[in-house]
């Protein structure tokens, strides 16, 4: 934590190694150098300069960065982890562009693709001098994603892809679109350039909930895509889930910095209000809910931090990443929200970040599977029975 009373409490920086201390200091600067200020103003516009930010998190090494080979960094997950929470920390959709860029697009080049696939894009997307994106969701079918009506059809040796997806970050600066589609045989992988005649992209306005993140729609009318355009080998919905799994791990931790960002405001904040002739931090109901949150966030990293050590030992399982996902989704939102309240009016203003946060973080628990999607799935491992349909 940047508040040395709440850091000493915490305790966890003693939990970290030298390197994830060194990317913790160098994110928190980047963001405190080039996000912090113009967070307001790209909050209240909707506006976030996504290509300026790719190149900047790419000279940091922080794109793809725990992914090995062709310009990656090589990092552990930990420490992937500790970058997606200092990110956050300053705003989730910086953090989105980081994950869907590392975990979403370049995770299934690097996991799923061809050799040519991986040589053509992962470098440059590496350095952020090419963005992707991930096309899973389409506007019937989120949660069950099976259902997709995207279709991509032999025509002699090309693919002729047709269909809509929805909701898809960074979908209008993105220069390569991952995009699942049915086929004759289950679904598919292709990676598609989005300058290929009948792709568009078209940015969703009207958003409540990072704002500061490009969110748009997909649309493929005959887009033709040669035949190595396909992800060789993967069928069926393990291909797009084992890059949900990597991208929700980074939540893990990054909704974690989104709370304890707005805690941080608010003991700040309480302390140099003055509300009835003394600080507000001063009087016990205060108090209360600080020490409250305290314990969340306390808890929410340590279980981050269990999380990462388990992926960068034994491994992890989606269904662990999905206890991590839920619990530190809705209590970081619940933490923003009860920060809010401290501030008072000015804790409706985007000038301080807690509402931010928490707007933010409805969208946080939605996308990556919602909480109730995650409930089911530790529910299913817990009781054997599947309660999805
Ligand atoms: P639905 O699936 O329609 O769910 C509606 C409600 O029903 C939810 O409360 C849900 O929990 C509940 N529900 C669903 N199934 C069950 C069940 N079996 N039992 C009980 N309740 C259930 N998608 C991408 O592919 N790529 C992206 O880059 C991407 N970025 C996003 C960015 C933002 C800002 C947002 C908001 C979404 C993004 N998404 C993206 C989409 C996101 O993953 C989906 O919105 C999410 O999976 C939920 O799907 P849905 O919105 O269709 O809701």
């Known amino acids: 934590s940047r508040n040395p009373q709440l850091n000493r409490l915490l305790g966890i ?93 370049m995770f299934a080049i690097w996991r799923w693709g061809s050799e040519e696939q991986k040589n053509e894009w992962l470098p440059r997307m590496a350095a952020g001098e090419a963005i992707g994106c991930f096309g899973l969701t389409e506007p019937d079918f989120g949660s069950d994603p099976g259902g997709m009506r995207t279709f991509a ?33 289950k679904i598919r992988g292709f990676v598609v350039p989005t300058d290929t005649p009948g792709f568009t992209a078209t940015e969703v306005t009207k958003k409540m909930s990072l704002r500061a993140s490009v969110t748009a729609e997909l649309s493929l009318v005959d887009v033709r895509l040669p035949a190595d355009a396909v992800f060789p080998e993967v069928r069926g919905l393990k291909g797009p889930l084992s890059c949900l ?49 305290t314990l969340e966030v306390s808890k929410g990293m340590l279980l981050a931090l269990h999380l990462g050590r388990l992926k960068d030992g034994d491994g992890v399982t989606p269904e662990q990443i999905s206890l991590g996902k839920l619990n530190n989704c809705r209590e970081a939102i619940a933490v923003a929200r009860e920060c809010r309240t401290i501030l008072g009016a000015n804790g409706i203003s985007t000038e301080y970040s807690p509402i931010r946060h928490a707007g933010n973080l409805e969208s946080v628990m939605t996308y990556e599977g919602t909480s109730e999607v995650h409930q089911l799935v530790i529910g299913n491992a817990l009781t054997g029975e599947p309660a999805f349909r």
Not at 85 to 104: K, M, P, T, W, Y
Not at 155 to 170: A, E, F, P, S
Not at 247 to 252: K, P
């Open 153 to 185: 059809k032999r025509d002699g040796d090309d693919w002729v892809l047709n269909g809509t997806k929805m909701w898809i970050t960074n979908g209008s600066v993105a220069d390569v679109a991952v995009v699942w589609a049915q086929t004759d045989d």
């Open 245 to 293: 799994s990597e991208a929700r791990f980074g939540i893990v931790f990054g909704s974690i910095g989104a709370a304890r960002d707005s805690l941080e405001t608010a003991i700040d904040y309480a302390e140099s209000r003055t509300v009835f002739g003394k600080p507000l931090g001063g009087y016990q109901l205060t108090q209360g809910k600080l020490a409250d949150m």
């Open 13 to 105: 920086d003693g939990l970290l190694t030298e390197d994830e201390r060194e990317v913790q200091a160098l994110v928190r600067r980047f963001c405190d150098d080039q996000v912090r200020p113009h967070l307001p103003t790209w909050y209240d516009e909707a506006t976030v300069p996504a290509r300026e930010l790719a190149k900047g998190l790419g000279d940091l090494g922080l794109l793809g960065m725990h992914l090995e080979g062709y310009g990656c960094a090589g990092s552990t997950a930990t420490t992937y982890g500790i970058a997606c929470h200092e990110l956050e920390a300053a705003d989730s959709g910086i953090r989105s562009l980081v994950s869907v860029q590392g975990s979403l697009a």
